[in-house]
Each structure stands twice: as structure tokens, then as C-alpha cells.
């Protein structure tokens, strides 16, 4: 029996205040990198790229989430099931369901591996604060939708 092809799982991590926020919380964007596209969630729903060709640029870090026997085909079934459900673009919210909540389900899916608590704790740890409490309303009417992706079901760009 041959064995299974494994598939390299990264998790692209950008911090969109580019170190303006670090004296507060770093303001992080994250996608997951597998079968050679980048695929990320917000206001627009799911969208994928060539890794690393948002106009967000190269991300700031990466991180090895592990590898997965999960082949593209399945994959992309199990996106488009997502983008129907859990992460349709009008479910976007940028406390409670956003990018790093779409890169952590991704993750578990593909490798039964979290991505890293200090990204996933960062929305809770902001509200902890009176100032996270008094932007709260404002923040919430934040829709972040990283420019140039494609809408999975039209890859890169097709109609």
C-alpha cells in the first residue's frame, strides 16, 4: 500500500497596523496556505490568492501548522460547505467571527492543530480593556475584507 501525499499547511500571519498598534494589541490578519493557494475569510466571504498576492503583501510571519492528507478536491468541497454556512460573508464579525476564527477552523480541519492562542485570544484580551469596551460599537461596524482575492468557486479571478 502506498503511502498517503501530504500536503504542507501554513498559516499566514499579518499584522495590519504594520507595529502602529504593538504598544497596544497588534491588529493580525491570518489565511492558510495549502494545495499553492492562500485562502482567507472576511466581509467578502472566502476568498483565496496566490500565496502571499493580497495587496496586503508578503505576510509578516509564518507559521507551520503541520501537513494533511486532505486532498484540494475535498478541500475546496469543504470550503464551499463553509461559505455556506459558518463563514457567509454577511456572518463576518470582526470580534467573533473573522479571519483568525476561519484560519482556526481551517487548521483543525486540515491537521486537528489550533492555530497559536496569541492570535485567537487577541479579540478577547481587547475587550477585556474599558478602552476595547468603548470602541466596541465602532469596531463592530468594521467589515475588513483583504483586496485582491477571489471568491472561492471562481479561482483566482475566473468567472
Known amino acids: ?11 499566514y500571519v499579518y499584522d495590519l497596523s504594520k507595529g ?4 497596544l ?13 492562500e485562502f482567507f475569510f ?40 463553509l461559505g455556506e454556512s459558518l ?6 464579525n470582526i470580534f467573533e467571527n473573522n479571519c483568525n476564527t476561519f484560519s482556526n477552523e481551517v487548521a483543525q480541519f486540515l491537521t486537528g492543530r489550533k492555530i497559536p492562542s496569541y492570535i485567537t485570544d487577541l ?8 478602552f476595547g469596551q468603548a470602541l466596541r460599537p465602532f469596531l463592530d461596524s468594521i467589515a475588513i475584507q483583504p483586496p ?4 472561492v468557486g471562481r479561482p483566482n479571478g475566473q468567472s
Open 148 to 151: 485582491g482575492g477571489s471568491p
Open 42 to 81: 472576511g466581509s467578502g466571504g472566502i476568498s483565496s490568492c496566490p500565496p502571499g498576492r493580497t495587496l496586503l503583501g508578503p505576510p509578516d510571519s509564518v507559521v507551520d501548522v503541520g501537513s494533511t492528507e486532505v486532498t484540494e478536491e475535498i478541500f475546496l468541497e469543504y470550503l464551499s460547505s
Open 87 to 92: 463563514f457567509r460573508s454577511e456572518a463576518y
Open 25 to 37: 494589541s497588534p491588529i493580525m490578519h491570518t489565511s492558510i496556505v495549502v494545495h499553492k493557494d
Open 123 to 130: 479579540p478577547s484580551e481587547i475587550l477585556s480593556t474599558p
Open 20 to 23: 502602529l498598534a504593538r504598544r
Open 1 to 11: 500500500m502506498e503511502p498517503p501525499n501530504l500536503y504542507p499547511v501554513k498559516l
